[in-house]
């Protein structure tokens, strides 16, 4: 007890009042579950129709999702995908504001309207920073991270020095964002020589932005805590990234900067676990990877070529071929240890209709021996070799399927295998870009 009594109550816990057991609403957590563009965008959007409130808690404009609705393509990357659902917010993402309204105006001439848009972290110009220090790895290592060079890991950096700049700094005192914008130029300068920044003008553009963004910002905690613990509300989150780039988690250093597990939908948020519901991971039904790092299933041959032409497979962000491989059920073992996924869904089951047999990746080698779990260290995941489950394809078209039993029954034995493997239940089956193909299985 950390409280000193002269008389003790018999009762160690007469007098004190209990706080009264405020859990609110629970949260749907939309997740990657590989090294990202699994179509999570999709399955946001799908569930957004039936949401009160859609929101995005990390990342950047380093994540891209393709959404299609009623024949209209929507590329988002510091949107959320839920965007299409009048409410929706933003919490714990770093943003490039001219990024920001570039991407809004763009989808408005797609005839989406944003309503409501809210932002508490903001993102400043450290994209030439980002391109600087590639170039340097390139120069002292003989290799690069492979980012996108949106800036995301200097904005990151810039926030765990204390040193970065925020929505509300923007808002408040101008004069005072100005000095702390001139410093983190200086900062930066210091450590670049190359580096040259029109401050002035940078600041000039900023009041802008900021004037214009003024209208679309609240505090996020408090209105996430009224949207928890007032009227019932239907609330989804929208994680960017996945959770093989996770910054703790993933294939380290060839990951992102933020969390892009569950833990992140807390942090980015300012949500208690206690209103963490249901937690869905998005898996392809084989695996892809944009960049650099180890990637044990990948096939550098006819079937990762067919794969990645099949699949449409360049980044929304990039606009780099995405690598193909093989599904590695050990990676989807692993990212549901650390997310405790309640379900799955799994997409782009068509792009594998026309194959002849498909391999499944169930466990890793090191000198013949299984290891037992997913290895922390990037030289030892370099070396694994693969064990592989082979299946027949089915070879039909599955896009039109709309149903369970629409699909073929060695389809439907992929898929059941997939779901035993991990342990978790398969909640919808993707044949299609839109919305309308996904199959739902309960």
């Given at each position: ?130 391109g600087?220090?590639e ?81 679309m ?40 900067s933020?969390?892009?597990t569950?833990g ?15 937690v869905?991971?998005?898996s392809?039904?084989y ?7 180890a ?21 929304v ?27 799955i869904?799994?997409?782009k ?35 694994v ?8 394809g ?14 073929p ?13 991990i ?16 199959i739902?299985?309960?």
């Amino acid at each position: 007890w950390a409280y000193a009594y002269t008389n003790p109550p018999s009762n160690p816990t007469q007098g004190l009042k209990r706080p009264r057991n405020e859990t609110g609403n629970k949260v749907i957590v939309v997740l990657g579950a590989q090294w990202g563009d699994e179509g999570k965008g999709k399955v946001v959007d799908l569930l957004a129709t039936e949401s009160d409130l859609v929101c995005r808690c990390q990342g950047g404009n380093n994540a891209g999702h393709t959404v299609v609705v009623e024949g209209k393509e929507y590329d988002f990357h510091l949107l959320p995908s839920g965007i299409i659902n009048p409410k929706s917010i933003c919490n714990g993402v770093v943003i490039h504001l001219p990024g920001l309204f570039e991407e809004a105006e763009n989808n408005e001439k797609k005839g989406l309207h944003l309503f409501c848009f809210y932002l508490s972290t903001v993102f400043d110009f450290h994209q030439v920073v980002d391109g600087i220090q590639e170039t340097q790895r390139q120069a002292t290592e003989g290799k690069i991270i492979g980012t996108t060079k949106k800036g995301i890991g200097p904005t990151y950096a810039s926030k765990a020095s204390r040193t970065g700049l925020r929505v509300c700094d923007l808002l408040g005192d101008f004069k005072e964002f100005s000095t702390k914008f001139k410093n983190l130029v200086e900062q930066y300068q210091s450590m670049y020589s190359s580096l040259t920044v029109d401050t002035e003008s940078q600041l000039k553009k900023l009041k802008e932005y900021g004037e214009r963004l003024r209208p679309m910002v609240r505090d996020g905690v408090y209105y996430m805590y009224e949207a928890l613990h007032g009227p019932p509300k239907k609330i989804l989150v929208e994680g960017a990234n996945a959770a093989l780039l996770d910054i703790d988690f993933g294939t380290y250093p060839f990951v992102t900067s933020s969390n892009c597990t569950v833990g992140g939908a807390c942090t980015g948020l300012g949500i208690p676990p206690l209103n963490i519901g249901e937690v869905y991971g998005v898996s392809k039904a084989y695996t892809t990877r944009v960049g650099i790092g180890a990637f044990p299933t990948e096939q550098l041959n006819v079937t990762g070529e067919l794969l990645q032409t099949r699949g449409h497979e360049v980044g929304v962000t990039t606009g780099r071929k995405r690598r193909c491989g093989w599904l590695d059920l050990v990676i989807l073992r692993y990212a549901h240890m650390i997310n405790g996924f309640t379900a799955i869904a799994l997409t782009k089951l068509d792009i594998l209709d026309v194959l002849d047999e498909i391999k499944v990746g169930v466990a890793y080698k090191i000198n013949g021996k299984r290891i037992p779990h997913f290895p922390a260290d990037m030289e030892l995941l370099h070396k694994v070799e693969v064990e592989y489950e082979t299946f027949p394809g089915w070879k039909s078209d599955t896009s039109a399927a709309r149903k369970w039993n629409n699909l073929p029954q060695k389809a439907q034995n992929y898929i059941r295998f997939v779901e035993n493997h991990i342990g978790v239940p398969i909640k919808w089956v993707g044949v299609g870009k839109s919305r309308e193909c996904m199959i739902q299985m309960f």
